[in-house]
């Protein structure tokens, strides 16, 4: 059972347009959720984040935006770069206060941005 | 901030072989620590987890195990490698929501 879900395998987009990757998730009980980026045989790098108490976060050129009555998550790259091109992983976390938190991952999107 | 340290980068193992990755972090006291792999071609799946020495929790029943001997210090261990263990292991530590990722090991059993 998946609960995070990225059902975009790869997706193209033009240097300088703006990169759309998207990410649903099921369970009710996740408050806090991420972005990483990874590059081929490194470990994924923290892009951005967002908590479940606020439906907009941005960061220079990266905005998320968080729909919880949909249990939809989205992340804007504008204006994208070619140095943008990796694989994007949307990931979500809900706990109790004091255990580890842990990570669900979805099975990530290749952005490929054209020169 | 947190470094990751992990070794090797990459590790080509008979099936059979033991196994031992080791993970070490800086920058930061009682983290949080992880163990995920990463499936060709897929998402990453937590193994393990410690909130503190001695402390590991395992997420899904598998031919690995781990321990956490030093604050700082985490081991991804096998007796004996089976083909499935093929795959990109990654370690990671944290405090809070936010966890960051050391580079990886590809973990080759053929």
């Known amino acids: 059972d998946q609960q995070v879900k990225q059902n975009s395998p790869s997706l193209s987009v033009q240097e300088g347009r703006i990169s759309i990757l998207n990410c649903d998730y099921t369970?009710?009980?996740?408050?806090?959720f991420l972005w990483y980026k990874k590059y081929p045989a490194e470990g994924p790098t923290f892009l951005i984040s967002?908590?479940?108490?606020?439906d907009k976060n941005e960061d220079g050129r990266f905005t998320v935006f968080l729909n919880k009555s949909a249990k939809h998550l989205s992340l804007h790259i504008v204006p994208s770069q070619p140095g943008d091109s990796a694989v994007y992983f949307c990931?979500?976390?809900?706990?109790?206060?004091?255990?580890?938190?842990?990570?669900?991952f979805g099975s990530g999107t290749q952005l490929t941005v054209l020169p | 901030s947190q470094t990751i340290h992990q070794w090797p980068a990459t590790l080509v193992q008979p099936v059979g072989s033991p196994l031992s990755l080791e993970c070490t972090v800086e920058?930061?006291?009682?983290?949080?620590l992880y163990w995920y792999r990463q499936a060709a071609g897929r998402g990453l799946q937590l193994l393990f987890y410690?909130?503190?020495?001695?402390?590991i929790s395992s997420e899904v029943p598998q031919n690995l195990s781990a321990s956490r001997p030093q604050d700082r210090q985490f081991i991804l261990s096998s007796k004996k490698l089976l083909l499935s263990d093929s795959g990109f292991y990654l370690c990671?530590?944290?405090?809070?929501?936010?966890?960051?990722f050391g580079p990886g090991t590809r973990l080759t059993v053929l």
């Open positions: 990931a979500a976390s809900g706990g109790t206060s004091g255990s580890a938190r842990q990570l669900t």
């Open positions: 369970n009710s009980m996740f408050d806090y």
């Open positions: 967002i908590s479940s108490i606020k």
């Open positions: 920058g930061t006291s009682n983290p949080n």
């Open positions: 410690s909130v503190g020495i001695g402390q």
């Open positions: 990671a530590g944290g405090v809070g929501n936010e966890q960051f």
